[in-house]
């Protein structure tokens, strides 16, 4: 429709998050482990189940239309799934250009970033970015869904809140600390840049 119009990027994001999972699926090949005596459900699975099982009376027509419809739907949420990285990844784009330190990334709305960050932002150490209200400052990961940051949080910051946060950090609008080190808040935009600056140091 009007959202993919021209955009190979939405497209290929599109097959790279459930197209080429189907195909796999569907050509044999197993994309998850089974745990214990569980059963990973794929996208592929979730379809199929909507088939008629053995012991129901055939009822194809209506079966194909349940499926069908899960399918659509599916499909659309990856679509609108999709446009978002795309979008997401230019406006992260922008803000590794305009960074004033390039070990510090500013952004003026959530977004997810750490694909892009991690892959094309190799000297970004934080990401300053508005969360609920307030601001966080959070570090970056070596690897995508792996443990580890490129560089953490202080130490001596480990799960400290409000004013002994304040009191080590000198940021006065300091307001917490994870105890794992890889984010921290602040009640301003400003505030969260401090405490990116502090942790550099």
């Not at 053995?54 to 194809?60: L, N, T």
């Not at 194909?64 to 659309?76: E, H, N, P, Q, Y």
């Not at 892959?119 to 443990?147: D, K, Y």
């Amino acid at each position: 429709g009007e959202r993919i119009a021209g955009s190979a990027a939405v497209a290929s994001e599109v097959d790279r998050g459930i197209i080429q999972s189907i195909d796999a699926h569907d050509n044999g090949y197993a994309l998850t482990t089974p745990f214990a005596n569980g059963v990973v459900m794929t996208v592929s699975h979730a379809i199929s189940s909507l088939n008629p099982a053995w012991h129901e009376r055939p009822g194809f027509d209506a079966h194909f239309a349940m499926a069908f419809d899960m399918a659509t739907i599916l499909l659309d949420r990856a679509i609108v799934r999709a446009v978002g990285i795309v979008q997401a990844e230019r406006e992260v784009m922008v803000a590794i250009q305009n960074a004033d330190d390039p070990r510090i990334l500013v952004l003026d709305r959530f977004l997810p970033w750490q694909e892009t960050v991690c892959t094309l932002a190799p000297t970004a150490l934080f990401v300053v970015f508005p969360s609920m209200g307030t601001w966080r400052v959070q570090a970056v990961p070596q690897q995508i869904g792996m443990p580890g940051n490129r560089r953490s949080l202080p130490a001596a910051w480990a799960g400290l809140e409000g004013s002994a946060l304040q009191a080590i950090t000198g940021v006065s609008e300091a307001t917490f600390a994870h105890r794992g080190l890889f984010i921290a808040g602040a009640a301003s935009k400003a505030g969260a840049y401090a405490l990116a600056q502090k942790a550099l140091q």
